[in-house]
């Protein structure tokens, strides 16, 4: 055997680097997901913290009515329980045949990386 031919014998058999292809093949991939994952939570935790909010504000209405008494003041209430995204979401009060009425609106735009999407979010609660 020529010196030649056991040289692209033993080429074909090496294997390092190989950990480093599959790194580049599968790390943006996880990389998107993650982001992902973590942009994902970031609107749970927002959604979680608005049904909080405005739960807090329509028993304030209902039950605190020196601290809650016009609707800037529940709105402030609602404002000051409110501990998600960076993005404040909209309040409104009102009084309902069910008690006081608060809701809150805001539009999340979930971004992972190359895919952005816009998702309503929304949030009432009337309590008597």
Known sequence: MTGQSRSKGR???DDRGTTAVEFALV???AVMLLVGIMGLSLMLLSIGSMHF???AAARCASF???VCSSPTAIIAYANSRYSGALI???FTYAP???GNQVSASITYTLDVGLFQQSVPLSAT???P
């Open 11 to 13: 080429l074909w058999r």
């Open 27 to 29: 790390a943006p991939a």
């Open 53 to 55: 909010a405005v739960e």
């Open 64 to 66: 605190i009515p020196t």
């Open 88 to 90: 404040a979401p909209v």
């Open 96 to 98: 309902a045949a069910c």
């Open 125 to 127: 609660s009337c309590f």
